[in-house]
């Protein structure tokens, strides 16, 4: 989530760049992609009650709350990490499903690995080496004996296999400017639904997004993940698919700066 971000904090040549992306499987490498033939779609019950007891109405998570409950938690990702998707069993919904929900339930158990803690920045190696030792390159998710991390999800994952720029609002970093976390689980029958709500409420969030002011004041996530938004047409023709109030034609764009301390409850 966070590497044009540290990419923009160093100042390393274009050239440096590149050879960090290839590195990381950023720039056009093979998608991972896990399967495990013998499985069915599994439930996501467990972290849909999770997500109703202890996501409040703005979209923030008591991590307290969610500790107590951290059996609960880890059984769940037990359930998923031990039944992958296939191409065979699983509709393209039902993965999209499983991969945004593992997602975000790896996320919160990383911030309780190290709780409490004011930003999901802080979790890392005491000696942080740019690209590698960010909390999004901890392998702490295994799935039939191999490692993962959260950015093997996000980027080898969902931006790969999926052609669905919506999954920007659906997966949660755990920050006060990610979208918000949804206080329900994703769900192959009615996840178009799910990504269309979450995509209406991010863009018209006035504290995510001000697209009223003069320049618009937008989220980086479309700065850094323009060519994700961009396919069809520009950033402003996607914003304007969900806007309330549409962005002019030819409006000026600037960048909020992006809030990482923690989305927790109450703060």
Same mark, same amino acid.
């Given at each position: 989530? %966070?590497?044009?971000?540290? *990419? ?23 998608? $991972? ?8 779609? &599994? ?12 996501? @409040? ?10 500790? #107590?409950?951290?059996?609960?938690? !880890?059984?769940?990702?037990?359930? $998923? ?26 996320? /919160?158990? *990383? ?8 930003? /999901?920045? @802080? $979790? ?16 702490? /998710?295994?799935? @039939? ?7 093997? &999800?996000?980027?080898?994952? *969902? ?28 769900? %192959? ?22 697209? #009223?002011? !003069? ?5 980086? *996530? ?29 409006? @000026? ?15």
């Amino acid at each position: 989530m %966070a590497y044009l971000e540290l *990419l923009r904090n160093c100042r390393l040549s274009s050239s440096a760049v590149m050879i960090i992306c290839l590195a990381l499987g950023l720039c056009g490498c093979s998608a $991972i992609d896990p399967q495990k033939a013998e499985t069915s779609p &599994v439930s996501h019950e467990i972290f849909d009650e999770l997500l109703a007891r202890h996501v @409040d109405k703005q979209g923030y998570l008591d991590y307290e709350g969610v500790m #107590t409950d951290r059996a609960k938690l !880890r059984r769940y990702l037990t359930l $998923i990490t031990q039944n992958p998707p296939n191409d065979q069993q699983w509709s393209s919904s039902e993965k999209l499903a499983y991969w945004i929900n593992l997602y975000n339930a790896f996320t /919160i158990e *990383l911030v309780l690995d190290y709780y409490p803690v004011a930003s /999901i920045k @802080d $979790i890392g190696s005491s000696i942080q080496v740019p690209f590698v030792n960010t909390p999004w390159d901890i392998k702490m /998710i295994e799935i @039939d004996g191999k490692k993962y991390d959260l950015n093997n &999800v996000e980027h080898n994952i *969902l931006r790969k296999i999926f052609d669905e720029p919506r999954i920007h609002f659906a997966i949660n970093c755990a920050s006060a400017s990610c979208p918000k976390l949804r206080r329900e689980a994703y769900r %192959a029958d009615i996840i178009d639904r799910q990504l269309h709500e979450q995509t209406i409420d991010f863009i018209n969030d006035p504290e995510r997004n001000d697209i #009223t002011t !003069r320049p618009a004041q937008i989220s980086k *996530l479309f700065q850094w993940w323009k060519g994700d938004f961009t396919r069809d047409g520009t950033v402003r023709e996607y914003i304007n698919q969900y806007a309330a109030e549409p962005l002019e034609e030819g409006a @000026d764009i600037d960048y909020l700066e992006y809030d990482w301390s923690i989305n927790k409850a109450g703060s």
